[in-house]
């Protein structure tokens, strides 16, 4: 009966665990980001796909943090 169950549980986590496995590998990266019509500088989770707004940063920022330091730095973002 216990082996029953072993081999239960053994599959059951055989399925479960590429699950896992993907949303942990999931990072969040944060872009500088500008809407083309008002010329705002502003910070997104996601890259833009879209032409009503464009990335201005060089790259994608690990943490907010970072992308808001890195926002300081960008031109278009400290003239408007």
Do not use: W
């Not at 082996?3 to 990072?27: D, E």
């Not at 996601?46 to 300081?72: D, L, N, R, W, Y």
């Amino acid at each position: 009966m216990s082996r029953k169950y072993f081999l239960a549980g053994a599959v059951l986590v055989a399925f479960a665990a590429p699950s896992f496995a993907q949303t942990s590998m999931t990072k969040t990266e944060y872009y500088v980001v500008q809407d083309a019509s008002t010329k705002k500088c502003m910070i997104v989770d996601k890259k833009p796909t879209t032409t009503t707004i464009v990335q201005v940063g060089p790259m994608a920022f690990k943490t907010k943090t970072e992308a808001e330091s890195g926002m300081k730095t960008i031109t278009v973002c400290t003239t408007n």
